[in-house]
């Protein structure tokens, strides 16, 4: 009998061995390992179908120096300067760089700290003037950028917290942690529409940083390693680069970096910027089409 027990005690556990082993690669299946790239801690956003939308990593062109120090909420690239907008109580900032590209180095030539009780958020660039939002503060700081110096103007009011910050040219397009974004007046900031971002059905929120490339909204969703690209007329998303290599590459230099979040398209040179908070690089970066399931890997430039 004993001996009876002990063979019926070896099937069931190598049943459920079996059991196990069984459903986590089912798991995988339902979370394509390609997602997770080679970082294995990662989590994936997206489990399901991939049908119709183009997946992409990037491939690090040049390491810029950046201050480490900069808990970085908004970059944009106008002409020649490149705009840091930078979070935390008490060390929020707004930062206009001379942007040397021959030398490879950005050159601070303004810097204004904001007051003790604002976080620093997005920022972007319309019609000569500058606009930084603050998360909780419901302050959108502006500043007319036609003199030498930045110039502040009367703050607009955010009736949301404020996230990330864009424009296409004719609105605002802002973030405030959920899956929708609002195309605001630039003179007032009062929502014009609003769409929610979506993949394939699925809400995406924590959209963070923003940025507005070639007629698409391109969103760093806070706490992974990717970006999604979303049309901006359905919120749905089209393309999603996973800058998880980007994320090591700046965690080598310092292993307490925070997570990636800093978008900046130079429209005129066609060059594509990403940098996170206290890192110690801003990547000049290119996209690789990502490997397919079925193998196939093609190089797309962007
Ligand atoms: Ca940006």
């Not at 390609?34 to 956003?45: K, P």
């Not at 007046?185 to 394939?200: G, H, L, N, R």
């Not at 059905?201 to 007629?215: C, M, T, V, Y």
């Not at 690089?281 to 193998?295: A, C, N």
Request: some cysteine; proline content about 5%.
């Amino acid at each position: 009998m004993r001996k009876r027990s002990a063979i019926t005690l070896g099937i069931t556990v190598l049943v459920i061995l079996i059991v196990a082993i069984s459903t986590d690669l089912s798991r995988g299946n339902l979370s394509p390992p390609w997602l997770y790239g080679h970082a294995s801690a990662r989590t994936s956003l997206f489990p399901g179908k991939t049908d119709g939308i183009d997946f992409f990593e990037v491939k690090i062109l040049q390491r810029i120096p950046h201050n480490p120090e900069h808990f970085v909420q908004g970059l944009q690239v106008d002409g020649d300067i490149l705009w840091e907008g930078t979070g935390r109580y008490g060390e929020s900032k707004l930062i206009k760089h001379r942007f040397n590209r021959t030398r490879g180095i950005l050159e601070p030539v303004y810097e204004k700290a904001l007051s003790s009780d604002d976080f620093g958020e997005g920022l972007a660039v319309l019609d000569n003037v500058l606009y930084q939002l603050t998360w909780k503060a419901g302050r959108v700081y502006r500043y007319d950028l036609s003199g030498k110096k930045p110039s502040p103007l009367e703050p607009l009011r955010n009736d949301r917290e404020g996230w990330g910050l864009t424009t296409d040219g004719h609105s605002l397009i802002a973030s405030d942690g959920s899956a929708f974004l609002a195309f605001r007046s630039a003179k007032d900031f009062s929502v014009q529409k609003t769409i929610e971002v979506q993949f394939q059905g699925k809400a995406i929120d924590r959209l963070n940083e923003l940025e507005w490339i070639d007629g698409k909204i391109w969103a760093n969703v806070w706490k992974t390693p990717f970006i999604m690209v979303v049309d901006p007329e359905t919120g749905e998303v089209t393309s999603v680069i996973d800058c998880g290599n980007l994320v090591e590459d700046a965690r080598a230099s310092n292993p307490d970096i925070d997570v990636l979040n800093g978008i900046a398209w130079d429209a005129s040179n066609r060059e594509l910027y990403l940098t996170g908070k206290l890192w110690p690089w801003v990547y000049r970066v290119v996209l690789d089409r990502k490997t397919l399931p079925e193998g196939k890997a093609e190089f797309t430039k962007l």
